[in-house]
Nanobody, 123 residues
Framework: QVQLVESGGGLVQAGGSLRLSCAAS????????MGWFRQAPGKEREFVAS????????YYADSVKGRFTISRDNAKNTVSLEMNSLKAEDTAIYYC????????????????WGQGTQVTVSS
């Protein structure tokens, strides 16, 4: 059983930056692909970014490509999401997830989820 705890969310002005972190415990971190997803009010949860077990491959939703960067540190059991040039439409609860496959989407491949951290971008 893997436990995931997100941190780093908050309120930021449009054009600003935030860095989200996710700390994992209770499992062998390097065995898992890691992903970030988000859910805005009234909308379905959507894929944001993912990274394979080694960090050699990363994937991004078109809406965040070029602005967000996902990375992982297997020695520290953490995965991060650097978010730059934030827009009002990035406002959502951001979730970290651990799963069996990195790629674009594949939400059904993620078995473990954190509680989420709120990101609010004011315009």
């Amino acid at each position: 059983q893997v436990q995931l705890v997100e941190s780093g969310g908050g309120l930021v002005q449009a054009g600003g930056s935030l860095r989200l972190s996710c700390a994992a415990s209770g499992g062998t971190f390097r065995n898992y692909a890691m992903g970030w997803f988000r859910q805005a009010p009234g909308k379905e949860r959507e894929f944001v970014a993912s990274i394979n077990w080694s960090g050699s491959s990363t994937y991004y939703a078109d809406s965040v490509k070029g602005r967000f960067t996902i990375s992982r540190d297997n020695a520290k059991n953490t995965v991060s999401l650097e978010m730059n040039s934030l827009k009002a439409e990035d406002t959502a609860i951001y979730y970290c997830a651990a799963g069996t496959r990195a790629g674009i989407g594949f939400v059904d491949k993620y078995a473990y989820w954190g509680q989420g951290t709120q990101v609010t971008v004011s315009s």
